[in-house]
């Protein structure tokens, strides 16, 4: 047995049927008067193949008018992304842009949106509220009810200043994890010819789709961020518990080298990839034995040589969970240096890439400023004295002409304070309890990234 035709092809079809006939009547009028009609009764026949010229615009403006409609309502959608210009990944919050363009669609002056906030340790829940109100955008954040779960209501009290209907209608969005907003409008929609877009329910229905899958989105990058994170934090933790010594060090090195970024210009994506890298750089450390980290005389050739393998053990750590090529060459290669001379691949100038420079910067002004078994920290003035005089050398002159640039008390604000005088950490210590997890966890002050490189 076929399968039946949709409501939309029936009614053309019979529509068509019709307009044939039509034609055909016409046309056999037109056929039987033509024996009939005189030289001389040209308006007759003029009249009848007028009429039938009429009947059949008539007839054609019936047929086209459900086809225009439904490629109206296919272009809804299309209007709705143009609106926002969205990438695949997109997890930019809905925002007025978006209520002024399903307003528009819709054909009313009235909409609301709201976003449930992802769930807290409290008793209450909460939601943003985004209302467009006769040209008039407005945002609340109100609580919301937990014995309204069924969707028939706004399901949250009306702030002041905020006009529904008394019965308004609502749409509910729902995503994988269960409802994520409603969209409220004052009256049901009807399901008449609608505006320029197609028919009410229809459009409503198609936002409702449109909007779940943006709060969707944003709720999965949110989470996979939380996990990355975390996943960050604890490698932090775990590398500064081998060697107190370094505790700090890396979210001490993760707010120089944003500094020195920022200063270069760089922001966004590429800046937070910078900032991460910086943040996992010694991550490799996890690989190399405690006695050698807390070694407080030189390193023999072979301990030295697993030292210089930490960056390499660290880009294959991540890599199981890393998206980003900047963070991982920041981890690979912030220990090249500019004239060629460093590890681990030799790389020199432009060939280091952009990340690892800058981390490098930042790696040595700590390395210089904090104390360790085997030195006492210097000021942060003759630290960067020092990088200045390495610039061409160990560091790209870019990246260490940006570093000036930074106010000294910015960095002075990073660094940590000076502590005792070298004679009284000359002597090996015994090993320490490393400081609790809390004290070394990792902050960072951007959002991880999720789909780059």
């Not at 039509?22 to 037109?30: D, H």
């Not at 681990?344 to 360790?372: C, E, F, K, N, Y």
Request: aromatic content about 4%.
């Amino acid at each position: 047995m076929g399968q039946a035709l949709p409501s939309v092809e029936r009614l053309c079809l019979l529509r068509l049927a019709a307009m044939q006939l039509v034609i055909g009547l016409l046309a056999g009028a037109a056929y039987a008067a033509r024996g009939r009609v005189a030289v001389e009764q040209p308006g007759e026949l003029t009249g009848i193949l007028v009429g039938a010229a009429i009947a059949t615009a008539i007839a054609g403006l019936v047929l086209v008018g459900p086809l225009a409609r439904r490629g109206k309502t296919r272009g809804a959608l299309s209007y709705l992304v143009q609106a926002h210009k969205p990438d695949p990944a997109d997890q930019t919050p809905l925002a007025e842009a978006d209520l002024r363009a399903a307003a528009a669609m819709l054909g009313i002056d009235k909409l609301a949106l709201l976003v449930r906030e992802p769930g807290r340790r409290t008793n209450t829940a909460w939601g943003e509220l985004h209302v467009l109100q006769r040209g008039r955008y407005l945002q609340h954040r109100v609580p919301i009810s937990a014995a309204d779960s069924t969707g028939d209501g706004p399901g949250f009290p009306v702030p002041p200043g905020v006009h529904l209907s008394p019965a308004p209608h609502v749409k509910r969005l729902v995503g994988q994890a269960g409802e994520l907003g409603r969209i409220v409008v004052d009256t049901a929609p009807g399901t008449g010819t609608g505006g320029e877009h197609g028919t009410p329910e229809t459009l409503l229905a198609l936002l409702a789709a449109w909007w779940s899958m943006r709060l969707d989105n944003r709720r999965l990058g949110a989470d996979a961020q939380a996990r990355l994170l975390d996943i960050v934090e604890s490698l932090i933790t775990s590398v500064e518990a081998k060697d107190p010594y370094t505790s700090g060090h890396s979210k001490r090195v993760c707010k120089y080298a944003e500094l020195v970024a920022q200063a270069m210009g760089i922001t966004g994506r590429d800046l937070e990839e910078i900032a991460i890298g910086a943040a996992l750089h010694d991550v490799g450390k996890l690989s190399i034995p405690e006695h050698v980290l807390r070694k407080p005389s030189k390193l023999d050739d072979e301990e030295w040589q697993q030292m210089q393998a930490h960056p390499k053990v660290g880009a294959r750590i991540i890599d199981s969970f890393n998206q980003s090529y900047a963070v991982l060459h920041a981890i690979h290669h912030h220990h090249e240096h500019f004239n060629g001379k460093g590890y681990p691949s030799g790389l020199a100038g432009a060939a280091i890439p952009l990340s690892a420079r800058i981390v490098g910067v930042a790696d040595a002004l700590d390395a210089m400023t904090s104390q360790r078994a085997y030195q006492r920290n210097r000021t942060v003035a003759d630290a960067l004295e020092e990088v200045r005089a390495s610039a061409g050398r160990q560091f790209d002159p870019v990246v260490v002409d940006a570093m000036m640039r930074i106010p000294l008390a910015q960095l002075e604000a990073i660094a940590p304070p000076p502590l005792a005088p070298l004679a009284a950490i000359e002597a090996p210590a015994a090993p320490t309890t490393p400081a609790p997890a809390a004290a070394s966890v990792l902050r960072l002050p951007v959002s991880l990234p999720v789909g780059a490189g």
